[in-house]
């Protein structure tokens, strides 16, 4: 298999016959939400939340297949389609946290109530007593110890608060920008940096990280600077083009 694997086609069509199951360890889904942004031709608009709902249903049941026993899945949505998810993973596979991914804005978000500057996304595994989280792959600076230098009491020989600790969920990334050095034209792009904490903490060097939903392929960018292999699916041609430039492929 090749370290990088570009799928242009449908998702369900390309889940259900080019990957076989059993065979990714990390799946990160960021499907389009249903909140009426258009994407090339095609505008996420289902006819209704349960039909959103009944397909996010159908392509969730394939990325499950195609984890290995140890392998992890997370999935972004609106934070209004984001309960419907959650309720229908937790009965298929273990839940292991609700990340709150919040960004700041330049404009004004809205005038009759409060506007939304966060996304919301799940962590989940298929089996809660195996899996791979590098924590110390994605450790950050811990004020307490680091900046404030506090003292801890409580121990024997009171020491220094750690200086390092393991991020809640509650994640801070920058959106990305125009002109920003990672931009490409998509009305979605997530941050480089969110992908890296992701793909660090839940792959090891030489696993396989798998993007249903690809958009500018940023998934499989960071995953080959990471050394990981990588397969995105991608529906419009447009973007496919973009993500064959950022990995460096034979654009046809």
């Given amino acids: 298999m090749p370290r990088t694997r570009v ?17 990714v360890d990390l799946v990160f ?5 249903n909140i009426g942004k258009a994407f090339g031709a095609f505008k996420d608009r289902w006819p209704s939340d349960e039909a959103y709902a009944a397909w996010c249903a159908e392509w969730l049941t394939l990325c499950l297949a195609k984890l290995r ?11 209004q389609a984001m309960p419907h998810l959650d309720l229908w993973l937790r009965t298929r596979s273990t839940v292991l946290s609700r990340i709150v991914w919040h960004y700041d804005s330049s404009g004004v978000q809205a005038r009759r109530r409060y506007g939304s500057l966060y996304e919301p996304l799940l962590f989940c595994v298929k089996d809660a007593k195996r899996y791979t989280f590098n924590a110390e792959a994605i450790a950050v600076e811990a004020r307490t110890g680091a900046v404030r230098k506090l003292i801890d009491y409580r121990k024997a020989t009171p020491t220094t608060y750690s200086a390092t600790k393991l991020p809640g969920n509650a994640w801070y990334f920058p959106r990305v920008r125009f002109r920003m050095p990672e931009y490409e034209e998509h009305p979605t792009q997530k941050p480089e940096a969110l992908l890296e904490r992701v793909i660090r903490a839940s792959s ?32 419009n041609g447009d973007y496919v083009a973009i993500g064959r430039r950022r990995l460096g492929l034979h654009v046809p």
Avoid: K
């Fill in 29 to 33: 889904a960021d499907p389009p939400y």
């Fill in 7 to 23: 799928i242009h086609g449908d998702c369900l069509e390309a889940l259900r016959t080019q990957i076989p199951d059993g065979s």
């Fill in 69 to 79: 026993d140890t392998g992890s899945l997370y999935v972004m949505t609106s934070t």
């Fill in 204 to 235: 090891n060097e030489g696993d396989t990280v798998l993007d249903p939903f690809a958009g500018t392929f940023t998934t499989c960018a960071v995953a080959q600077r990471l050394g990981r292999r990588s397969i995105g699916i991608e529906l």
